[in-house]
């Protein structure tokens, strides 16, 4: 296959996953090192010989349980999109438990007293350190939006939903 259809390709698995295209790259290159035979697919302990060598945590029973969603056949075998779906439930998954522990971390530094809540003043300090253009209602506009019951606070869940979009 050319580099034009592999981009097509990785365009659709990225549009599919959420993985990024760099991602679906290393994947390609893991997937293509163990199908020594260019047969097109590979075996489920293959997926996770691939996945941990790339760093990424592989749970045996999860990855029993998306094989399984993907492998409708019970083949046991398993082609570079079905392994990207895979792959995704782990690495996807990674990012967004990374970015809420980033986020909890973040609260705490803004939490001084360990109230369990933020201020709304203190999240525009915030939102002004993200980004300096916005106006004052702007900021107004935004924590009437995030401030669910306008209590001029915000709990880490309000400020994680705000975040993570």
């Not at 916005?134 to 606070?153: C, F, K, M, P």
Request: with cysteine; glycine share 10%; aromatic share 8%.
């Amino acid at each position: 296959m050319g580099e034009e259809g592999d981009d097509a390709q990785y365009d659709l698995i990225v549009e599919s996953t959420g993985l990024d295209h760099e991602q679906v790259d290393s994947l390609k290159k893991g997937f293509e090192g163990f199908d020594k035979e260019g047969g097109g697919t590979i075996t489920q302990t293959t997926m996770q010989m691939i996945l941990k060598s790339m760093g990424v945590k592989v749970d045996k029973d999860e990855m029993d349980g998306y094989a399984a969603e993907v492998d409708e056949e019970a083949a046991g075998k398993f082609t570079f999109e079905q392994f990207c779906q895979i792959a995704a439930k782990f690495m996807v998954e990674d990012d967004v438990e990374q970015m809420k522990e980033e986020l909890k971390e973040a609260f705490r530094i803004y939490d001084k007293e360990g109230q369990g809540f933020i201020t709304t003043d203190v999240l525009k300090e915030i939102l002004r350190e993200i980004d300096a253009t916005l106006t004052e209602d702007d900021l107004d506009n935004i924590i009437e939006e995030v401030d669910d019951d306008a209590s001029g606070t915000l709990d880490f869940d309000e400020f994680q939903a705000m975040m993570m979009g």
